[in-house]
């Protein structure tokens, strides 16, 4: 706070004057301070972690929430992204500027509604959403099927596996015949099409053939160019793979 200045007592004139000047001059900082609250409040941040805001116009003020969650994990990209060694394999290091920022690994305000360990794909938006509780969700960057490849709807994760064997399904053959190779099942690798990880969606008790999985192809997140499957970068479905367990829910939406 700052000190008055010293000197003889104000008349009560000027007592009454210099109170005038000082409520009005709380008044202006009060609002200058509510507007700058107010353009804040319609900021996004795309850094690592994020709390992104819905920008849509609802007609009344969002609830304020304190903070968004902490996790070591969700760090800087040049950390989430680097190279590394899993599984007796050199994962290399992602060239994530290239990669768009909204596409990265971050923690936002979860936007779906689902139950903690909800797992949800928006394939409109290329994203993929695992609820926190609390209120967050970790959101990841995905590629999604080309038209007429798509599923969607509710079931779970089955089981996952650790750079798993990749067995392109007879109809993929036919389209691709240069697959045949493959017929036995392509063992895990760096050039695997299920990348570092997969997760099987079962829905029913049955196999939907709808995997989430990592891929070498990290260019390809963003973009509808797989047959069907829900694809990460594979630093990030190694990530996602550490926060499931068996019988995860999954909405496709």
């Known amino acids: 706070m700052r000190d008055l200045p010293q000197g003889p007592a104000p008349s009560y004139g000027e007592a009454?004057?210099?109170e005038h000047r000082l409520s009005r001059r709380a008044v202006l900082s009060g609002a200058s301070a509510f507007a700058l609250l107010g353009i804040a409040g319609c900021s996004t941040t795309d850094g690592m972690p994020a709390l992104e805001l819905d920008n849509t116009t609802t007609g009344?003020?969002?609830?304020?929430?304190?903070?968004?969650?902490?996790?070591?994990?969700?760090?800087?990209?040049?950390?989430?992204?680097?190279?590394?060694?899993?599984?007796?394999?050199?994962?290399?290091?992602?060239?994530?500027?290239?990669?768009?920022?909204?596409?990265?690994?971050?923690?936002?305000?979860?936007?779906?509604?689902?139950?903690?360990?909800?797992?949800v794909v928006h394939l409109n938006e290329r994203k993929l959403y695992l609820v926190q509780p609390g209120g967050d969700a970790i959101r990841y960057g995905v590629g999604i099927g080309k038209d007429g490849f798509r599923w969607s709807g509710r079931a779970n994760i089955q089981y996952g596996r650790e750079w798993p064997t990749w067995t392109p399904p007879p109809e993929m053959i036919v389209r691709k015949p240069e697959l045949v190779q493959w017929k036995g099942g392509q063992p895990g690798g760096l050039t695997n099409p299920l990348g570092a990880r997969a997760l099987y969606i079962f829905q029913n008790g049955r196999d939907t053939g709808y995997r989430i999985h990592g891929s070498p192809e990290w260019w390809s997140i963003g973009q509808a160019v797989s047959s069907g499957c829900v694809r990460l970068i594979n630093q990030d479905i190694i990530d996602l793979y550490s926060r499931v367990s068996k019988k995860n829910p999954v909405v496709v939406v």
Do not use: H
Request: zero cysteines.
């Open 16 to 18: 009454v004057e210099t």
């Open 60 to 119: 009344s003020v969002p609830p304020m929430r304190p903070s968004i969650s902490v996790d070591k994990n969700i760090t800087s990209p040049d950390v989430m992204y680097a190279s590394l060694t899993d599984g007796g394999f050199n994962l290399p290091a992602v060239p994530y500027l290239k990669v768009k920022p909204e596409f990265r690994r971050q923690i936002v305000v979860d936007p779906t509604g689902e139950a903690p360990g909800t797992i």
